[in-house]
């Protein structure tokens, strides 16, 4: 048997917090965990449940905006098509503001070893 994968284009690991908005719902707050110049994936969305197709706003911290539509949704996670693939430029900009891999994350620092 022979499984075919097919990808929208490199795929960067993010750990970004980010506004999302669907329709005329309230902001939520979510986390961008996995972001490539088509589209990302978001996380700790909540227990709302989102429809495939449904358009969504969404919000950078540094206070980009981008739009998109839900490819997928469950448990709290989304996959977001953009509206608009981002030039490399663009996806450039947005990684520069995941933490750095010098930057020590206080979960994962270790006392007493």
Not at 22 to 47: H, Y
Request: net charge positive.
């Amino acid at each position: 048997m022979t499984v075919l994968s097919i990808t929208s284009g490199r795929r960067y690991a993010m750990r970004l917090p980010i506004g999302f908005r669907t329709g005329g719902a309230r902001q939520v707050k979510g986390l961008l965990i996995e972001i490539s110049q088509e589209g990302m994936r978001i996380s700790n969305l909540g227990d709302r449940s989102y429809t495939v197709g449904e358009p969504v706003d969404l919000s950078l911290p540094d206070g980009h905006k981008m739009s998109g539509i839900i490819r997928w949704a469950h448990d709290g996670l989304a996959g977001v098509r953009l509206e608009r693939a981002l030039t490399l430029a663009e996806l450039s900009a947005v990684l520069d503001n995941r933490p750095s891999a010098t930057t020590p994350d206080v979960r994962l620092v270790r006392y007493g070893t």
